[in-house]
């Protein structure tokens, strides 16, 4: 592709050279620039890509494209240009790169703190038994159809993201659901993608290691349903977003846009709403009202979060005209790694393991506990190294004062001191001591958990649902609270 084709939309000015050349390649890491590439300079959270720049160009930069006008002007590259802003050059780089992919894909886009990796599968679950090409990405997997693909983060960055677009595009994906976080809105990730739909979850405390406050991690997931709405002014096709209407921060989106808006809820009164709600240890069955009539609603999946991402799953599969005895069968027979997971070896207790690693989702999971269990609820949790220490006092008070029994430990420790995240963690205990123990050892703990439960507990092990892994340093070691957990339960029955 010619460079100034490459250029459409992308805010620059010529520091040297010209924009004749065709491009071979992109690339904002020196070490995957290839001879013809563009580089794109890009001031990292660690790094700053402008201190490479020579580095690319040694490896076959044609041409380079970054904020610090200095270091461009003394740069070596045949054609050199500035931009104010390399995050999104780099996004409207890689889209104009891969052709654009997100414009056909029907893609929708789904943002909260909590509920977004149900929400996203449960949607493709309904795509895909409607009989349309799904792709998916999230974090537990990158998919298309079956075509499985680790992911590593939430969202890609945008240049891998364009690229998967891409290929999916390329295979035949009629849909793309995707789970957009925070850090992808603020970094720009997802900037030029084309959303068809907007899905906001909810909004509760997390990543303040990453967003100064609770106002600006609303205004980044805010940006995703502002470029919505200005790519529908731009160029209309329909495009809508749904809305948690019991969320408060719900109203505010909806204040900012003029696109189409769907709302659902269990509380307030929305185009979606679920009512008479049963919920099991195996299951939740409700009905649920929607703009045409009801439905009866029955899913693997259990509590009263796992009804608002329901809602929003099927408020955009009747949106899209797909039959409402396809979106039955296919929620009914969904269940999603790591959410509310029963691990069961044939004992007389309950044993669950959940991806709860905030304060409002351990909150809900040991509630959903209570709902289920038929005595005590056994809680074993912990909280994230160098991540927002502000919400590790708040979930100490939550899981020790919603529980019968805790136990706090350790998730994912990376470079912090284990037993100073568990301090933190004490610091909001205010229950009597002989409510709760703490155990650094995360396998341990699990072990104890187990030990100790009775005919009718349920042991919660929350934090980490499908991870296979614990991150101790900067390392990753094999850890799987389901495989322990199973182990445990064996090794007590001996």
Do not use: W
């Amino acid at each position: 592709m010619q460079l100034d084709q490459l250029l459409i939309n992308v805010e620059h000015s010529i520091v040297h050279g010209n924009t004749e050349m065709e491009v071979e390649g992109i690339a904002y890491d020196s070490r995957n620039v290839r001879e013809g590439y563009l580089f794109i300079a890009i001031k990292g959270l660690v790094v700053d890509g402008h201190d490479f720049i020579e580095s690319a160009i040694q490896n076959g930069a044609s041409a380079v494209i970054g904020e610090d006008r200095a270091k461009l002007e003394s740069c070596s590259a045949k054609r050199c240009l500035h931009t104010k802003n390399s995050r999104r050059a780099l996004a409207i780089l890689s889209a104009n790169f891969f052709e654009n992919p997100s414009q056909s894909l029907g893609l929708i886009g789904v943002t909260g703190t909590n509920g977004k990796t149900s929400t996203t599968m449960l949607l493709k679950t309904i795509l895909r038994t409607a009989g349309h090409k799904t792709g998916l990405f999230g974090t537990i997997e990158n998919s298309l159809d079956d075509e499985i693909l680790p992911a590593h983060h939430t969202t890609p960055e945008s240049r891998e993201l364009q690229e998967m677009l891409g290929i999916l595009r390329n295979k035949g994906a009629e849909y793309t659901v995707m789970e957009v976080s925070s850090h992808a809105l603020a970094l720009e990730r997802v900037y030029g993608c084309d959303f068809q739909v907007g899905v906001y979850t909810n909004l509760t405390q997390d990543h303040l290691d990453f967003h100064p406050n609770m106002e600006e991690y609303f205004q980044a997931k805010l940006s995703l349903f502002k470029q919505i709405d200005e790519m529908e002014i731009k160029n209309p096709k329909g495009r809508y977003i749904v809305l948690n209407n019991d969320d408060s921060y719900s109203k505010r989106i909806a204040d900012t846009v003029s696109c189409k808006v769907l709302t659902y809820g269990i509380h307030a009164e929305s185009d979606y709403m679920a009512k008479n709600i049963h919920v099991g240890l195996n299951g939740i069955d409700f009905e649920l009202i929607h703009p045409l009539g009801s439905l009866q609603m029955h899913l693997r999946m259990t509590g009263e979060f796992t009804v608002y991402n329901c809602l929003a799953a099927v408020a955009i599969a009747l949106e899209e005209g797909i039959e409402t005895d396809i979106i039955k069968r296919s929620l009914a027979e969904t269940k999603v790694p790591g959410r509310f997971e029963p691990v069961q070896e044939g004992q007389d207790f309950a044993v669950v393991v959940d991806y709860a690693h905030t304060p409002d989702s351990l909150q809900n999971a040991i509630r959903t506990a209570k709902q289920v269990a038929e005595h005590r609820v056994i809680s074993i949790f912990g909280c994230g190294g160098d991540r927002d220490r502000s919400k590790r006092s708040i979930m100490g008070k939550i899981g020790t004062e919603e529980s019968d029994y805790a136990i706090i430990t350790s998730d994912n420790p990376r470079t912090e001191e284990p037993t100073e995240i568990i301090k933190d963690i004490l610091a909001g205990v205010t229950v009597p001591a002989r409510r709760y123990e703490t155990i650094t050892d995360r396998r341990k703990a699990i072990q104890k958990g187990i030990a100790m439960a009775k005919k009718g507990d349920l042991v919660l092990i929350a934090g980490k649902g499908h991870e296979d892994y614990q991150i101790i340093g900067t390392k990753k070691y094999p850890f799987s609270d389901l495989l322990i957990a199973r182990e445990a339960i064996k090794e007590r029955d001996e």
